[in-house]
């Protein structure tokens, strides 16, 4: 599969750290020097969203998977539950595979499925790593926040073990943002050249009460 990434012309310029990109070739300018996250929203696709609902009532959810897939090729995950949905979850896993390679230039991708009954990371932070794609299959999706509404200098260690919410972090606690389920993010981390002391500064959602499972797919670049 050949996905075309070209940037095309956009009527509302990137503010700040964010860029909200209307067409799935805009996600390119996760390169501009000042953007450090770039969100895409996407439909749900009802098959996928259907089986993860099928799986988590049958109690085949399971642990998720971690694996290296090369663009192009068919994906075959025998732990997935073969439940009906199966073959549209594993098509858009390749289909998100392969934009994503096309995008960074990478011969393969790490892919990273996670079945969560809680917080991953529920502190905020910056990855250390070039440029991950996440999307939210099931579940509340990730947080973020823009570069104006949060103090770096109270990042990880720096905070002294006081939570987000009364350390200084937020700024604005308004000014939270968390993408939608099937959104595709893309978060520039640390390791991307010349950005050091930056990146999208992000966490997992607290558990909903009304559907605690969360599925996350993380996709890494591979050299």
Known sequence: M?????????????????FEASRLTDLVHIFDEDIQL??????????ITRYFAAAGEQGLLGLGFRLVATPGQA?????????????????DMAYLLDIYAELIGCPQVGIRLEVLDRAMCPRFHVDRTGVRM?????????????????????LGRLAQGMPD???GLIRNPKAIRQAPPFALLLLKGTQWQGNDGRGAIHRSPAPDPLQPCRVLLALDAIW
């Open 2 to 18: 050949t996905v075309a990434l070209n940037p095309t012309p956009c009527a509302t310029p990137p503010t700040r750290s964010l």
């Open 134 to 154: 996440l999307c939210t299959y099931y579940g509340q999706g990730t947080e973020w926040l823009s570069e104006d509404a949060a103090d770096r200098s109270k």
């Open 165 to 167: 919410e009364t350390s």
């Open 75 to 91: 994906l075959d995950i025998p732990g997935l539950a073969a439940l009906p949905g199966r073959d549209a979850l594993l098509q």
């Open 38 to 47: 770039c969100l895409y929203p996407r439909s749900p696709i009802e098959p």
